[in-house]
């Protein structure tokens, strides 16, 4: 008895599943499927989210979003991250399509996430040359922080850094105030 055929997700395939609660995401045609976060994870993703919001009020080097994004290099690619700050110049256009050059993208990990996250999806961000990664580990109170070509992440168990280009100041955020408790 032979095996199915798997079935080569594109964007559009993605586009159109229903609106059931999973978050859908496809990576050179693999389909990745994550049901809703944890509490823990939206509280993580709420701090470091507000944190660079407040940050790139006083450095308008970009623009954060938060995880409801559409954000395709490819006809096979589709990914939704936790937060991305993206150039002014493409945030302006209001237009998914035209946001490509991420300067920042960070995933808080769930248990259903890990693998997406730290593989999958990681890859993809250092073939698109995104400059800077963090994979936010609230379990652990890390994070990995990734870029292009690295081999292995740094991984960061005291404060978050950021000096992004055109910034007169860096972004920094302590690892005990985005990790404390409710």
Do not use: C
Not at 125 to 131: A, C, L, M, T
Not at 161 to 174: K, N, Y
């Amino acid at each position: 008895m032979g095996m199915a055929a798997p079935i080569y997700h594109t964007a559009d395939m993605v586009r159109a599943l229903p609106e059931d609660g999973n978050r859908y995401e496809v990576v050179h045609g693999e389909l990745l499927v994550t049901p809703a976060p944890r509490p823990w994870h939206e509280v993580v993703w709420g701090r470091l989210f507000d944190a660079l919001r407040a940050y790139v009020r006083e450095e308008p080097i970009g623009y954060v979003f938060g995880s409801r994004s559409d954000i395709s290099w490819g006809p096979d690619t589709l990914v939704s991250p936790d937060i991305i700050v993206v150039p002014l110049e493409e945030a302006r256009t209001l237009e998914w399509a035209r946001m490509r050059h991420l300067l920042l993208v960070a995933e808080v990990l769930s248990p259903s996430s890990t693998r997406h996250d730290r593989f999958t999806k990681r890859r993809l961000y250092q073939e698109q040359d995104v400059p800077l990664y963090w994979l936010v580990d609230g379990d652990e109170r890390s994070v990995e922080v990734w870029m292009p070509g690295a081999p292995f992440p740094q991984v960061e168990l005291e404060r978050l850094h950021w000096h992004p280009a055109g910034a007169s100041a860096p972004f920094t955020l302590p690892l005990q105030d985005l990790f404390r408790p409710i």
